[in-house]
């Protein structure tokens, strides 16, 4: 194992996810990044990434952790920054994930109405701002 190497993605991976974190705006939320191993209760099913990277949230007080795999050296750069990308949105979309596991009474659906107003927004700052932006400034509309 190449520790160097492996302190390196971490790094990297740290960089990338604050990216994603800062442009969906998730100020809101406290997240820690670790190299420990996935909690025992963590589902495996992204066959994409394996256990490459993690997430796990508590809603109630907009806390997470995501976790890189200590063993990252032969992955390429683009697989950890799209690691990172892929938790990023778990935690995003976390609080409806919350909600579809609680009974359904109604003001269940209007808690998920709202959260997904509530990313629509994050994704319409995020990105359709820069993509108008982008459009206006080359099409002059």
Known sequence: MNQDKNKENFLFFISEAKY???DFGLFDWNIHFT???PPSNILNDDTDFGYLAWYQ???SNKAARIGLSLETEKDSQKSIA???FHEVCE????PLEGFARCDAAPST???IITE???VIRRLEKTIFEPYW???TLHHGD
Request: hydrophobic share 40%; glycine share 0%.
């Open 20 to 22: 994603w974190i800062s």
């Open 35 to 37: 190299t420990e191993e």
């Open 57 to 59: 949230a508590v809603e």
């Open 82 to 84: 799209k690691a990172a």
């Open 91 to 94: 935690i995003l979309l976390h």
């Open 109 to 111: 659906t209007d808690a």
């Open 116 to 118: 997904k107003h509530t």
């Open 133 to 135: 932006q982008k459009r």
